[in-house]
């Protein structure tokens, strides 16, 4: 699939439209879900223009998945949910019901989390 550089991600990182920023850095961009699915629940999104995990990691630079994957972590570190645990979710594609075209993961903490899939 073709990036669109009008998914409304990419208008957050030219801060066309805004965000509730978590954490920034030359690599990645975290904030707030508009729609929270649990108490904390955070996206973060690489700086470029890359819709999925398969397209990212076949055609981004190497100091581009180290910087979002080390900023990842960061943020989880930073929201201060690495010691009770968080879930971290890709999703990819139609049948996981990726809604915007745009890489970004889930950061989903605050409560137990349940099973992994809903049934
Ligand atoms: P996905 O289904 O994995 O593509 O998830 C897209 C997520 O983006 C959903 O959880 C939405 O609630 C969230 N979302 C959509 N628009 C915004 C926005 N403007 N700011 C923050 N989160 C958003």
């Known amino acids: 699939m073709a990036y669109d550089p009008n998914n409304i991600f990419a208008k957050i990182l030219r801060g066309e439209i805004p965000c509730n920023k978590v954490?920034?850095?030359?690599?990645?961009l975290a904030f707030h879900d508009i729609k929270p699915q649990a108490p904390v629940h955070v996206l973060v999104i690489p700086k470029g223009d890359y819709v999925s995990l398969a397209d990212f990691t076949a055609s981004a630079p190497a100091?581009?998945?180290?910087?979002?994957?080390?900023?990842?972590?960061?943020?989880?570190?930073?929201?201060?949910?690495?010691?009770?645990?968080?879930?971290a979710l890709f999703n990819a594609g139609a049948?996981?019901?990726?809604?915007?075209?745009?890489?970004?993961?889930?950061?989903?903490a605050g409560r137990p989390l349940g099973p992994m899939l809903a049934r």
């Open 23 to 28: 954490y920034e850095d030359q690599f990645a």
């Open 63 to 87: 100091d581009l998945i180290a910087g979002y994957f080390r900023a990842i972590g960061k943020v989880a570190q930073q929201l201060g949910i690495v010691e009770d645990g968080f879930r």
């Open 95 to 108: 049948n996981a019901g990726q809604e915007v075209p745009h890489l970004h993961i889930h950061l989903f």
